[in-house]
Each structure stands twice: as C-alpha cells, then as structure tokens.
C-alpha cells in the first residue's frame, strides 16, 4: 500500500498522511464568496480538492470521508452587488443578498459540475450559521481572547503567543507589511473583527452586540465547528495560497483559543496562483476569464486536465495553447481508453505519483506509458469518463439543438433560401461550430 503523503503549509515540509479517523477523514476547503461568475483561478481549488477528495475515498473508502466546502454568503462585496441590485425595490437588502447568491452559487455548482468535480459532502452558508459564530465569539470574550469596543467585537492577537505561526510571521512584520485596518478602537493594530455593526442597508442579525454581522474568518472557523460537530481538529484544510493570511491564520487563532488550544487542522494545503497567459488575472487587462465564458467553447474535460497538467503547489500559467494540448491528449486517450475494460485496478506507479503530494502531472506522464487497462482506471480515478462523445461536442453544447438547426439549413436550401441557410451556418459558426457538407449528408465538428 502506498503511503499518502502531502505538503503541510504549517511545518513546511511534506509528511506521511494519517488520519485522526481513519473511518471519518475530515477535510474543509474554504467556498467560494457567492456575488459574480466564478474565474478559472476560482476553479483550481475546486478541482486539486476534488481530486484529493477522490483520492482518499479511493484509499479509505467513499463512505469514511467527509470534505465540506463552505459558500461565503456574508461578504461586503455582496453586500454592495446587493444594494445595486435593489435599486428603487423596496425590499430587505437579506431578500436581495438571498437573490443574488442563490443565482450566483447555483452558477458556481454548474461550472464546477462541468469540470467534473462531485459534490462535497457538505455545503454549509454562513447565512445559516449565524447562531454558532455568536456563540464562538461569546466563549472568546469568556475566555479573555476577545474584547467589545465601539460596536465591534475584535480578536485580541496578543492573547495568542503563536499568532503568526502558519504564515510565519511575526506581529511587527505583519503590521508593517499589511493594510491593516488601524481604527482607533483597537488595542492592537494586528486585531482583526469577530462581529461588526450593520445599518439599516446591511445583512444584519441580532446578537448580544447589537444588530450586525461576522468577520469573513469567523464565518469558517463556526462553520467547521458546526458542520465537524463533535471533533476541534479535522485533519486537512485546504484552500489557495493567498488565504495563508490572513484568513487561515485568524481561523486558527479563533478556533484553537476557543478550543482549548487543540489544533484546528493536522495538514494546511494551499495550491499555488494560477495567471493568464502568462499576466495576473485582472478585469483591467482584459484577461479575466471565467469558467462559464471557458465552457461556452471548451470541453469541461478538457479544463480540468488542463489544470491537472501542472502540480498544485505550483503557479500556473493558463494558455489557449495549453487548453488545444489538453484536447489532443485526451481526444487520442479517450478512445485508446474505450479499447479497455476498465479492470478497475489503479496501476502502482499511477497511485503512487498521485500519493506523493498530489503529483498529477507525473500521475500523467504515467498514463502516457499506460495500457487500455490502465488508461481508463487512471483516468476515472482522476475524475474523468473516458467517452469520446464527451470530447466531441463542447460540454454544453445541445447536440439535438445543433441537429434541428442542420435540418433547418437543409430546408432552406431546398427552398433556394440561401440567406437564411447561410445565416444558419454563421449562427453556428458563432457558437463555435464548423459544418460540413459531404456526400452523404452534413456533419459538424467543434472548432479548435
Ligand atoms: P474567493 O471566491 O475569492 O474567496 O476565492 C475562492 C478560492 O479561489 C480561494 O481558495 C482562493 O484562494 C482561490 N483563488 C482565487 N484566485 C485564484 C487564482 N488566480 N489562482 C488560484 N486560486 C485562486
Ligand atoms: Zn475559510
């Protein structure tokens, strides 16, 4: 048996994988904040998590892992997409914030269903979990972590000696280094807000500090104690490198103080940025892409092998070029694949690629020196269906859809109606589809 090994941000090394449970393996991977379409960066945690996910049910058993992977519905972005969105309405701004983030998750769930993740096995909202962030912040108060100042409830960080310990550093450097909110309310300028005020146009909810709302780090940190129920530590956190800090590091400041000290997670992993031909994503460059723009002309198979292509810990640079290899590749796979009988072994230098820190790009290289057999264990494992016709028309592409408008076409040129034939054509064409007319009829292809 291969032993599971993956990189902990905390001790900075990579370690041996055993679990606190091993029929009950715990992992939390922050959500995404619910307010627009998800970009392609959004989806890598989505699918490295969902392949570790995969991987340890493969190891431990379906039925003994739990992953819960949280929607962020309280966020002062939301917040402000809400207030636009209402307009003149005379409604609760809550009923708008619902509104929006029900439109935008179920979104998220479609692209990231299209790029072949499963479901977590959970799916708290903070909206929901209301009651246990109230709570942790009353037993930080209790326990001298937290103090009420001006309407606000804020950590104190000088109860924590070992605050900084994930991202490694020290009070001063963070002080120096980050755009910290310096309020004159604060005994520390490191103190960052459990709970804040909320006027008559923000999500609120009562509390024992009056109407307000939970600071983004406490949302995950009640949200694990709540969903996890009955344990303080789970034992993998996941999420992208820039929630390092200070989002998890105040996780495990709020969650370990209430908790006794016990630690929030035994393993952090964090996967690397992932850029845009080969420039920072930004909506000023023109290169912010989202995955649901992506699938109007890609595969969602062919998305996710792009991604699977490099190592997560890795930047990564997302390129069209990329995204036609990632075609190719699995084009020739899938139907080398069909010739197998999916034997449903895992090939030993397959898994053990795999259970070395997630190392997909040699797990890969070893599937391109893979029998039919192999192939096609490898690739499900990986979280693909090795089915050609998946490969052959784009994910979201309505075969019959294309289909009634050949038959269209057809009869429009047996009227001699060449404009509206032609316009069909260019309509498809749009969409990505080329068409070709042959001997025995019309075929269409999706454009590379
Ligand atoms: P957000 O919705 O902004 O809270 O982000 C959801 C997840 O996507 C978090 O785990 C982020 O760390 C991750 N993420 C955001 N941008 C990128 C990017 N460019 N590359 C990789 N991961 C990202
Ligand atoms: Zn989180």
New binding site residues.
Partial sequence: MTTLRLYNTLTRTKEDFGPIDPNNVRMY?????VYDY??I??A??AIVFDVLFRLLRHIYGAEHVTYVRNI?DIDDKINARALERRGGRNVPVLDVVRELTEQTYGVYRDDVTALGCLPPSAMPRATENIAPMIAMTQALIAGGHAYEAAGHVLFDVSSKPDYGKLSRRSVDDMIAGARVDVAPYKKNPMDFVLWKPSDANTPGWDSPWGRGRPGWHLECSAMIQSTFAGTDTIDIHG?????VFPHHENEIAQSESAHHAHPLAKVWMH?????VEGEK?SKSLGNFVTINELLKDWPGDVLRFNMLRSHYRQPMDWTVAGMRESWNTLERWYVEAGAGVGSGTISQSFLAALSDDLNTPQAIAELHKAGPDDLASGLMLLGFQPQPERLASKANVDADAITALIEARLAARKAKDFKESDRIRDELLAQGIILKDGPTGTTWEVKK
């Avoid at 991977?29 to 904040?33: A, E, I, K």
């Fill in positions: 991977v922050c959500g995404p904040t998800a970009h960066g959004n890598r945690p962020t999420g992208g490198i820039d929630l996967n690397g940025f992932l850029n994503m």
